[in-house]
């Protein structure tokens, strides 16, 4: 499935929008950026609470296409602005990231791709 099936299957608020054609293959959830750079494979979607500038990097680095933000937080203005220049897709849901996960895994999402 693309980023955009991902986008609207969660009724995700989109605040950067990168490529809706990329396709994803898995899913990590975390918030310590070492960690994610550790574990996170290419074309996964990353769940965090993590709103700075640092989590664009990272996205970049591991070829992540879509970061979303639980919990109802909101991204600093300077992430968005990065991801905008990156062409990652950002996006925020009110729900807690394990909810998020759960509707990840329902859709075939997994992280041993």
């Known amino acids: 499935m693309n980023t955009q099936t991902v986008v609207e299957k969660l009724s995700l608020e989109v605040v950067a929008k990168g490529r809706e054609d990329v396709n994803v293959e898995g899913a990590i959830a975390g918030d310590l950026l070492s960690f994610v750079m550790a574990s996170a494979k290419e074309r996964w979607v990353w769940i965090t609470v993590q709103t700075h500038l640092?989590?664009?990097?990272?996205?970049?680095?591991?070829?992540?296409?879509?970061?979303?933000?639980?919990?109802?937080?909101?991204?600093?203005?300077?992430?968005?602005?990065?991801?905008?220049e990156e062409q990652l897709t950002l996006a925020c849901s009110p729900?807690?990231?394990?909810?998020?996960?759960?509707?990840?895994?329902?859709?075939g999402l997994r992280a041993s791709v």
């Open 54 to 84: 640092n989590i664009a990097a990272v996205a970049v680095l591991k070829d992540i296409p879509l970061i979303i933000i639980g919990t109802g937080r909101r991204p600093a203005e300077d992430l968005i602005e990065r991801c905008r």
């Open 95 to 107: 729900l807690p990231v394990f909810e998020i996960c759960g509707q990840l895994y329902e859709m």
